[in-house]
T-cell receptor, first 112, second 113 residues
Framework: DAKTTQPPSMDCAEGRAANLPCNHSTISGNEYVYWYRQIHSQGPQYIIHGLKNNETNEMASLIITEDRKSSTLILPHATLRDTAVYYCIVRVDGAAGNKLTFGGGTRVLVKP | EAGVAQSPRYKIIEKRQSVAFWCNPISGHATLYWYQQILGQGPKLLIQFQNNGVVDDSQLPKDRFSAERLKGVDSTLKIQPAKLEDSAVYLC???????????FGNGTRLTVT
């Protein structure tokens, strides 16, 4: 699995958009970008994933650069409940043992 | 839909004792995973099942850890004997298929004293 690089921590203001960057410069053509988050004392929660195109769902938007070497997760209106560790993961879908390999993630603190 | 259920929520044991964790995945989910999460780190995969067969157990310490998934539904993870470094949260996850997003339970927090 390709490795990802994320900033260890970031703060953002409640009600503002939170933009979380992720670098995956060694990503392969068949690897998807996945985002999960983990709120304290809970298991990781799936947010969104994409291959090439930008994706949006009720939780967030995922912007993937054209060369696919980096991506940004956007939380459009951050709330205090969005305080969590956010993990960016690249994953080969369809291969044997297509596991999620977690890195250290970005610790996001949403402040009032 | 009901989420992934895990029990117990917390467990404290002494080193060299044995312990077992139980996981009930989301109904219909064929793939089941066990992860270990040490404090301050991201989760690490221990074992992956597809129905009741093992797909990947390359990071499972097989001298002390074992896991089974009878009838392709519930799963148990066992540690015998436990060491101090096994103190961690043990997370179970399931997915509808191998290419689907994983859904995690809230884990079992194990403390080995």
């Amino acid at each position: 699995d390709a490795k990802t690089t994320q900033p260890p921590s970031m703060d953002c203001a409640e009600g503002r958009a939170a933009n979380l960057p992720c670098n995956h410069s060694t990503i392969s053509g068949n690897e998807y970008v996945y985002w999960y988050r983990q709120i304290h004392s809970q298991g990781p929660q799936y947010i969104i994933h994409g291959l090439k195109n930008n994706e949006t769902n009720e939780m967030a938007s995922l912007i993937i650069t054209e060369d696919r070497k980096s991506s940004t997760l956007i939380l459009p209106h951050a709330t205090l409940r969005d305080t969590a560790v956010y993990y960016c993961i690249v994953r080969v879908d369809g291969a044997a043992g297509n596991k999620l390999t977690f890195g250290g993630g970005t610790r996001v603190l949403v402040k009032p | 839909e009901a989420g992934v259920a895990q029990s117990p929520r917390y467990k404290i044991i002494e080193k060299r004792q044995s312990v077992a964790f139980w996981c009930n995945p989301i109904s219909g989910h064929a793939t089941l995973y066990w992860y270990q999460q040490i404090l301050g780190q991201g989760p690490k995969l221990l074992i992956q099942f597809q129905n009741n067969g093992v797909v990947d157990d390359s990071q499972l310490p097989k001298d002390r850890f074992s896991a089974e998934r009878l009838k392709g539904v519930d799963s148990t993870l066992k540690i015998q004997p436990a060491k101090l470094e096994d103190s961690a949260v043990y997370l179970c996850a399931s997915s509808l298929e191998r290419v689907s997003p994983l859904h995690f339970g809230n884990g079992t927090r194990l403390t080995v004293t």
